[in-house]
């Protein structure tokens, strides 16, 4: 039986426990090497640690270490009986808001890390709010150092109902789970703390390893973006043509009608290719080859999907985006565009609000974007997409805009 992988993101404010509470996981699942533990022991004595400092196991950039801080994202891999695990650990400074945006954009879990002593800050209110907007439906509040507030069910309990009155605010997270720990004594992390007879939830691992996120791919509008078209044109294979790319949304099965975008051309599936030989069925996120029974032109770009259903075909787009650039995007600003396996141009015709994150208010004419910043734009593209909205399909509804100049990635988007 394969098993099924969770992906999710830890965020919190600096010095809220993030690395050491990842450290824990690893280190209580029996996840860590042994040449892994014996060189966080000897670093560990080296900075005149008092405990096993896990937090060295994820922050691996010299600067982090010497900062006791995380500014790039960490991803780890680990597993357990029941799961398999990919864990972005991101930075909790505001300047760092773009690593977490990227960090948190493919997960489908986030643990918000709360400092029991500090309880629900700007930085909480900040990384909720871009969980909320990156469309991760199931989020873990981990009320962490409960061991500096001598395990106090009171405590506790105030930043529980503090943290619910702000995501009353919030529309896209359905599951908010609640655990008190301590991250440096693993209290609640992998084992249940006897220091919290009041507390009667799962534990972190716990809740992790069974926490359903089957829902969330679309399985129901078909898409498939085509990313290479392969012609191999060999003795063997002297006609074949097929489409490469990943799936994604819905299902497609040999015998399907489907469409060709930009064209319109109407066809059929005739066969899904895998590596491993042909399949009865494809849906997402799986990578596979479809045959059609029409030779059409088809190039990279396009899309195939199924006519009862089609995605927006527009050139006029309004977004959510996050700005990753120091240079300041302003209005009539041109960018390359990458959306899906297309790339078009794009200007930017309107700034229409900023979010100031902590309010959750709207700060509308201010003409121009600084890094980190969060807010809508409208966007005028030089040929079609084909998309949906963000929150109906995170993969047609998300884009990177390109600075053609130095071709660096300055903005994510999410189409609204």
Not at 87 to 116: E, K
Not at 175 to 189: H, K, M, Q, W, Y
Request: net charge negative; charged share 25%; with cysteine.
């Amino acid at each position: 039986m394969e098993m099924d992988l969770l992906r999710f993101t830890t965020a919190g404010s600096v010095d809220d426990g993030k690395s050491t509470l990842i450290g824990r996981l690893l280190y209580d699942s029996k996840s860590i090497f042994e040449d892994q533990l014996e060189a966080m022991e000897e670093s560990s004595r080296k900075r005149g640690d008092e405990h096993l400092n896990l937090a060295l196991l994820t922050d691996g950039l010299r600067a982090e270490r010497e900062q006791g801080i995380t500014i790039d994202v960490a991803y780890r891999y680990f597993a357990t009986p029941r799961r398999k695990f990919i864990i972005a650990d991101t930075p909790g400074h505001m300047q760092y808001t773009r690593n977490m945006v990227t960090g948190a954009s493919t997960a489908s879990l986030a643990i918000i890390l709360i400092d029991a002593r500090k309880g629900v800050i700007e930085q909480t209110c900040r990384h909720a709010f871009i969980a909320n907007l990156l469309r991760i439906q199931h989020a873990v509040v981990a009320v962490n150092k409960m061991d500096l507030v001598d395990y106090q069910e009171e405590t506790y309990e105030a930043i529980v109902a503090e943290f619910q009155d702000f995501a009353s605010r919030l529309d896209n997270i359905v599951e908010i789970t609640f655990i008190p720990i301590s991250a440096l004594r693993g209290d609640n992390v992998v084992a249940t703390s006897d220091q919290m007879p009041w507390y009667g939830g799962p534990t972190l691992l716990h809740h992790l390893e069974t926490v359903y996120v089957g829902s969330e791919e679309n399985h129901v509008d078909a898409r498939f973006p085509v990313q290479w078209v392969i012609r191999p044109q060999s003795d063997t294979h002297p006609d074949f043509r097929g489409y490469a790319g990943r799936v994604a949304g819905g299902v497609f099965k040999p015998g399907d009608e489907v469409l060709v975008l930009p064209s319109g051309f109407a066809t059929h599936v005739s066969a899904i290719e895998t590596f491993d030989g042909q399949i009865e069925e494809a849906f997402s996120p799986l990578s596979v080859t479809i045959t059609l029974d029409d030779d059409i032109d088809i190039s990279r770009g396009d899309m195939i999907v199924k006519p009862n259903n089609p995605p927006r075909v527009d050139q006029d787009i309004e977004a959510m985006i996050c700005w990753f650039s120091e240079r300041p995007l302003v209005s009539r600003g041109k960018y390359a565009l990458r959306h899906t396996t297309k790339e078009v141009r794009a200007v930017v015709r309107d700034i229409r609000f900023k979010v100031d994150i902590n309010t959750l208010h709207k700060i509308e004419g201010d003409p121009e974007f600084g890094l980190n910043e969060i807010g809508r734009i409208s966007l005028r593209t030089s040929a079609p997409l084909f998309y949906d909205r963000y929150n109906r399909n995170r993969t047609t509804g998300s884009f990177v805009l390109i600075d053609e100049q130095t071709n660096e990635a300055v903005a994510a988007g999410m189409i609204v």
